[in-house]
């Protein structure tokens, strides 16, 4: 049996969720002129949580890791500049 990771699934509070599942009917109601009740609006907001939020995820680590990968380099040729120059 494979052990799941704390970063399987993404786990919204409860004020953060209602707020998405409001998000969701508006859109809904203003760009697509369709009443969603708040069941139907949960389950898209869960199949976006589960489809697109492992990508999303993930996208942001990488875009942190190359920052941070970054900012070493500079770190690193900081220090080279504070060597004194001259014989050894």
Do not use: C, H, P
């Not at 990771?5 to 859109?27: G, N």
């Amino acid at each position: 049996m494979k052990k799941r990771s704390v970063l399987d699934t993404i786990t919204l509070e409860k004020a953060e969720r209602e707020t998405l599942i409001a998000e969701i009917q508006t859109y809904f109601s203003v760009e697509r002129d369709e009443v969603l009740g708040t069941i139907a609006a949960d389950m898209i907001l869960d199949f976006f949580l589960d489809t697109l939020g492992k990508v999303t995820y993930n996208k942001a680590l990488s875009d942190s890791k190359y920052w941070f990968q970054k900012r070493l380099e500079e770190i690193s040729y900081d220090y080279d500049l504070l060597y004194k120059k001259g014989r050894s």
